[in-house]
């Protein structure tokens, strides 16, 4: 069982900038990708960023394009979400996901995420 925890959520007024933080302590983690996807209040849950964990590849969803992005870091076994020119409709609980099953070559929010965090709020308010 794959535990992630999510970290750097909070409150922040428009056009602000947060950074996501999902990090596992498996000692032996690996994964085909990893991601982020929110939900807001009364909404269905949405893909938002994920990259590829042992290939290049990153994908983000239209709505956050150009102010969102994704990285990681595998010596750390983490991953980043940076959210800059955040606005009233970024506000969701964030979770961070992890697919451990294929296709190898499947489209990044084609993946099966089997694994979740407990998410993060993000809350985008004067």
């Known amino acids: 069982q794959v535990q992630l925890v999510e970290s750097g959520g909070g409150l922040v007024p428009p056009g602000g900038s947060l950074t996501l933080s999902c990090s596992t302590s498996?000692?032996?983690?690996?994964?085909?990708?990893m991601g982020w996807f929110r939900q807001a209040p009364g909404k269905e849950r949405e893909f938002v960023a994920a990259?590829?964990?042992?290939?290049?590849?990153?994908k983000t969803a239209d709505s956050v394009k150009g102010r969102f992005t994704i990285s990681k870091d595998q010596t750390k076994k983490t991953i980043y979400l940076q959210m800059n020119s955040l606005k009233p409709e970024d506000t969701a609980v964030y979770y961070c996901?992890?697919?451990?099953?294929?296709?190898?070559?499947?489209?990044?929010?084609?993946?099966?995420?089997?694994?979740w965090g407990q998410g993060t709020q993000v809350t985008v308010s004067s």
């Open positions: 498996e000692p032996t983690f690996s994964a085909y990708a």
């Open positions: 990259v590829r964990w042992n290939r290049v590849g990153s």
């Open positions: 996901a992890a697919a451990t099953r294929g296709p190898w070559n499947s489209p990044l929010p084609a993946f099966e995420y089997n694994f």
